[in-house]
């Protein structure tokens, strides 16, 4: 079957050949020759998948398990498995997020991946992450085939859609060895499906409760002998469950096409575009500490609010393998955002007057471009005479990053009006409070990176890691009036490394040691104020361990990790002024375990859960609080029941623990558990019928949140109980 398999992809990278030890021969999908095993329920060939059994695609990532034998190169660029590799490291597959009905990039970080949270309002674009103790963009990067974009403003708005995604890997710890500094807590890579030679395309329509529209079509195959293409298109809109500006609407397009120049050497040329018009929401007063069930579903904001962001990324990628021990990488990019924010952002419900009163009427827009390359290079061999693997490369751009807004105009500073806390009127946004050209910002990136893998016995083995960054910031006021005020260039300079150990228990289990270390800005590098010019970068370093094993043929896949991170460096308030001072300190440490279980045939069990102390070591008047949108218990459970010919159901529960929306602890966010249920019926090996309802039991729960003199003031609150109806089919 394997040779099969590799006739049928004469362009194409041999696929990862499994050991007997790993699995049967008769258990290989040939969705990339990842092992799924015999007694995998149905939801292991959906529509897409089923396609794939009669056109193989390149997927590597098992829609089954933690594919812990798949390799990838979101935790190493030498493209280890997650088993190699001494670092926590959660894969999952493209097929899995699209059949447990997860649209966003969001959703299906959070509701898969292992100890890793959302939180977040439209101001970060839909939202931010938070992993390990550690929360926001300059934390957590987001990547796109391994690309990053820059965080300006603390905002990221692509990736979105998931409809283009062939898997998602979440590296949870300090990634600053691999992509640079604000990774302390971990990275997120979105890698996106890529063109194949053989012929397969897939379409989706769906409808929803609140007038929800989907639609989308997956198209790739050969044109000659020498190309292949790709194209991705999928649109949403609703009405949206609050009330007025609750309506959205979004469109993802990728299209990509691969010259296979020579059986070594492949050139993809691609481009992404994203529109997004989110719901115009900023979250719902409260009323004595809660959310009325009469102003659930209000929205406060103007009734001409505007909030837009368009991306485009294009990308040329090229691989050569001029030989067996050599692979030589090389991307060139060219990433451009535009982000619009036309809003009244903040809502207090005052008990004197019984009104709601709005502030923070504000306009803003984003201009940024980022153009950069990056090149690698692997070679294998010896070294003193042991197997021995090596990459070096290196990582250079320029970023632009133009920020407008009207934080001068007195509408912005005051709070310029009142609604009834019901039956109000939104009013408009004040034509005299639009956004001034308020500053630009240069920034030019370098970095060099090297990264090793010695086998020091057929059991253990050496892994090491280093990167130099050296960005410049250059930054221009454009409302200053005094020259001394209007320029300022600032250059850092970050060095981040890691060592780690892996020892091979049986041929199915390893255990791990790791020691890395991590920077982070004070803020976002390229919007950096003048006033935390001066502040260096915050450091930090992880100690961890772990274990990750199959048993049972591959029927039993399971992590387990402990860890402990010390960031340093953060800029501490002096009490009783507005200055800070960099001497801040904060630090975590935690357990985390996953487990994908078939127990018996029809049956699939995908648990993970993550245990957390987070703390303000020292950090002027909050020492010794728990760090602001951080929850220190996170768990999610699925279970998949194929109970009858061509039916599964399906259940999911995400819990998100307690977390605060101060530095000060007082305003306290609850934790919630939310539960997914599916049903889906194949209706032909090649069409499926899908029914999800999200959060069943109509939680009312809090995304973000503000807080004022020790209360919770409004909560961002999460979708409440929807419906949807999916039809996929692919020939």
């Known amino acids: ?50 396609a794939l059994l009669r056109k193989p695609s390149l997927t590597q990532a098992s829609p089954v398990g933690l594919n812990l034998n798949t390799p990838s190169r979101g935790a190493s660029r030498l493209g280890l498995t997650p088993r190699e590799t001494p670092a926590s490291l959660d894969i999952v597959s493209g097929e899995t997020i699209r059949l447990r009905g997860q649209s966003s990039v969001l959703e299906a970080v959070s509701q898969n991946g292992t100890g890793i949270s959302i939180f977040g309002t439209p101001g970060f674009g839909l939202g931010a992450f938070s992993a390990r103790g550690f929360a926001g963009q300059s934390s957590i990067q987001t990547l796109f085939d391994g690309t990053r974009l820059y965080v300006g403003a603390n905002t990221l708005t692509f990736p979105f859609d998931t409809w283009n995604v062939e898997r998602i890997e979440v590296l949870r710890g300090p990634a600053s060895v691999l992509y640079g500094e604000g990774a302390i807590g971990g990275i997120v890579n979105v890698v996106s499906k890529k063109p194949l030679f053989t012929p397969l395309n897939v379409a989706r329509v769906g409808l929803g409760s609140d007038g929800l ?44 096409l691969t010259w296979q120049a020579t059986p070594d050497l492949a050139v993809t040329l691609s481009h992404d575009l994203g529109y997004q018009e989110p719901v115009r929401y900023w979250g719902t007063p409260l009323v004595n500490g809660r959310v009325l069930d009469s102003v659930r579903f209000n929205n406060y904001n103007v009734r001409d609010s505007k909030i837009n962001w368009a991306d485009n990324w294009t990308q040329l990628r090229t691989e050569w393998t001029p030989s067996a021990d050599v692979t030589i990488r090389n991307t060139a990019y060219r990433l451009q955002s535009r982000r619009h924010w036309l809003d009244v952002e903040q809502y207090v419900y005052n008990p004197t007057t019984r009104l709601v009163d709005r502030s923070d009427y504000i306009d803003i827009t984003h201009r940024q471009e980022q153009i ?6 692997t070679f294998r061999g010896s070294l003193f005479g042991l197997p021995n693997q090596f990459t070096a490369g290196f990582d250079v751009n320029r970023i632009t990053f133009r920020h407008d807004n009207n934080f ?43 990264e090793n893998r010695l086998e020091l016995t057929d059991r253990l083995s050496l892994l090491a890691g280093v990167r130099f960054d050296a960005p410049t910031l250059q930054r221009t006021n454009l409302l200053a009036t005094e020259p ?55 450091t930090g370093d992880q100690v961890e361990v772990g274990a990750k094993g199959l048993a049972f043929s591959g029927a039993v896949e399971w992590t387990l990790a402990g860890y402990r991170i010390v960031k340093k460096d953060l800029v501490s308030p002096v009490p009783g002024t507005q200055v800070g001072v960099q001497v801040g300190q904060q630090s975590s440490y935690g357990a985390e375990a996953a487990l994908s279980w078939l127990p018996l045939a029809g049956w699939r069990i995908d648990a993970n859960l993550a245990l957390l102390q987070a703390r303000y070591d020292n950090f002027g008047a909050f020492t010794g609080n728990t760090p602001i949108d951080v929850p220190e218990q996170v768990a999610n459970l699925w279970i998949n029941w194929a109970f009858a010919r061509d039916w599964e159901a399906r259940v999911g529960v995400q819990y998100v623990g307690a977390m605060f929306s101060d530095f000060a602890n007082t305003g306290r966010r609850p934790d919630y558990a939310l539960v997914t249920l599916g049903l889906d019926r194949q209706v032909t090996p090649a069409s499926r019928l899908s029914f999800r309802v999200s959060n069943l039991l109509d939680t009312v729960y809090a995304l973000d949140g503000t807080a004022a003199g020790g209360v919770n003031t409004n909560w961002y609150l999460g979708r409440p109980r929807t419906f949807e109806v999916a039809y996929t089919v692919a020939w």
């Open 1 to 50: 079957m394997l040779a099969a398999l590799s006739a049928a992809l004469p362009f194409a990278a041999t696929a990862q050949v499994l050991s007997p030890a790993e699995t049967r021969l008769d258990e290989i999908s040939v969705s990339g020759a990842a092992a799924v095993p015999a007694n995998a329920p149905a939801d292991a060939v959906g529509a897409e998948a089923a």
């Open 213 to 256: 529209v989907r639609a989308a079509i997956d198209s790739t195959g050969p044109i000659g002998e020498s190309f292949a293409y790709r194209l991705n298109v999928s649109g949403n809109r609703a009405d949206g469950w609050i009330s007025p500006n609750g309506d959205f609407r979004n469109l993802a397009v990728s299209g990509a």
């Open 372 to 377: 950069g390359n990056r090149f690698d290079a």
């Open 408 to 450: 001068t105009d007195n509408s912005f500073s005051d709070p310029p009006s009142s609604v009834a806390l019901v039956g109000y009127d939104p009013g408009l946004f004040p034509a005299d409070g639009r956004a001034k050209p308020a500053y630009v910002t240069h920034t030019n990136q370098a970095s060099v990176f090297a």
């Open 484 to 538: 001394a005020n209007r320029f300022f260039e600032r250059s850092y300079q970050a060095l981040g490394y890691r060592f780690g150990l892996v020892y091979a228990l049986s041929p199915d289990t390893t255990l791990y040691a790791q020691y890395a270390t991590a920077t982070d800005p004070v803020n976002s590098l390229i919007s950096l104020s003048q006033s935390l010019a001066n502040f260096r970068l915050s």
